[in-house]
């Protein structure tokens, strides 16, 4: 979010459909956040822990939420699909919470609008 103005970002998380947060005393050292149409795409974005306390499992943590939220979507439609956009080596990460890349299951790589 640091490419955007605060405004911008303000109004962007305003429309997360769930966040987790995870505090140092009252420093935001973790964050995460699911969008989506809470039917049938939904999307993990912005999963980020500060450089001090990566390799802490905070990371792991932030998953862990926003999997537990996406096993309650999927009470009303088990077959939703989760996406995320992993950054480039963040691969490894996401891997061990059962996400494959979209070229190992026969889809295509996904693309960006690019204007
Ligand atoms: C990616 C990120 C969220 C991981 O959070 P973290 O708290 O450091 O991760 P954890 O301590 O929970 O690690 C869990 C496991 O993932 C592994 N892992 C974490 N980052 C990894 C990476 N970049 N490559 C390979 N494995 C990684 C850890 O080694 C650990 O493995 P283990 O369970 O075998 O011990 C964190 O490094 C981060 O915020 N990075 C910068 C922002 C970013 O790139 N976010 C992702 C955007 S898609």
Redesign the pocket.
């Known amino acids: 979010m640091g490419a955007y103005d605060n405004n911008i970002s303000k109004r962007a998380l305003d429309n997360t459909f769930y966040s987790v947060s995870i505090y140092d005393g009252n420093k935001i050292i973790?964050y995460g956040r699911l969008i989506g149409d809470t039917i049938c795409f939904m999307y993990i974005h912005d999963?980020?822990?500060l450089p001090e306390?990566?390799?802490?499992?905070?990371?792991?943590m932030i998953m862990n939420k926003l999997l537990e939220q996406i096993k309650e979507l999927k009470k009303e439609n088990p077959s939703i699909r989760v996406y995320?956009?992993?950054?480039k080596?963040?691969e490894?990460?996401y891997e061990?919470f059962g996400f494959v890349k979209r070229i190992d299951v026969g889809l295509g790589y996904g693309m960006l609008f690019k204007d």
């Open positions: 973790g999963v980020m822990v306390y990566q390799s802490k499992k905070i990371g792991t995320l956009g992993a950054s080596n963040k490894k990460f061990k």
